[in-house]
């Protein structure tokens, strides 16, 4: 599978503190090191990622100081637009971030938005034809030819 795919903020700090459980979010990005799949990342996200390891202790925030940088290298970092946000402020869903995160990877052509936050895909699976949801591990599944549940 060759496509373009927005990585939603939970799968970043899978990567970015080294979970056990993220082996799925893991692989993800070694696919976008390696050129396989092309990786869209927002700058709010980038953001977002360090506010929530600050507030998990220090051990998390340097995990994060040291790996953030090199994302920059291998991803597509798009920053939101108002076009972003006017779109968010009137879908309601009632959550204006994932809202606003969807609007962006629309509007970048993403083909895929990987996530492991079953709200965000509940509320915008479908909306849009063209992007499919998938978690870590069902995205892993198809990016490897592995039947998945999906």
Same mark, same amino acid.
């Given at each position: 599978m060759k496509g373009k795919v927005f990585i939603d903020t939970n799968v970043l700090i899978d990567v970015l503190i080294e979970r056990p459980s993220s082996k799925a979010s893991r692989d993800i990005f070694y696919a976008v090191r390696c050129g396989k799949i092309e990786g869209v990342i927002t700058t709010q996200s980038i953001i977002d990622a360090s506010y929530i390891l600050r507030k998990k202790g220090q051990q998390y925030l340097d995990a994060y100081y040291e790996k953030a940088c090199q994302f920059f290298n291998y991803f597509n970092e798009e920053q939101l637009t108002?076009?972003?946000?006017?779109?968010?402020?009137?879908?309601?869903? =009632?959550?204006?971030?994932?809202?606003?995160? *969807?609007?962006?990877?629309?509007?970048?052509?993403?083909?895929?938005?990987? $996530?492991?936050?079953?709200?965000?895909?509940?509320?915008?699976? =479908?909306?849009?034809?063209?992007?499919?949801? *998938?978690?870590?591990?069902?995205?892993?599944?198809?990016?490897?030819?592995? $039947?998945?549940?999906?």
């Open positions: 108002s076009f972003d946000m006017l779109y968010a402020s009137r879908h309601m869903s =009632g959550d204006f971030e994932d809202d606003v995160q *969807f609007a962006r990877a629309v509007d970048c052509c993403c083909d895929a938005i990987i $996530t492991n936050d079953k709200m965000f895909r509940k509320k915008h699976e =479908g909306e849009d034809r063209h992007i499919k949801f *998938f978690t870590p591990e069902e995205f892993v599944a198809k990016l490897t030819g592995q $039947t998945s549940g999906q």
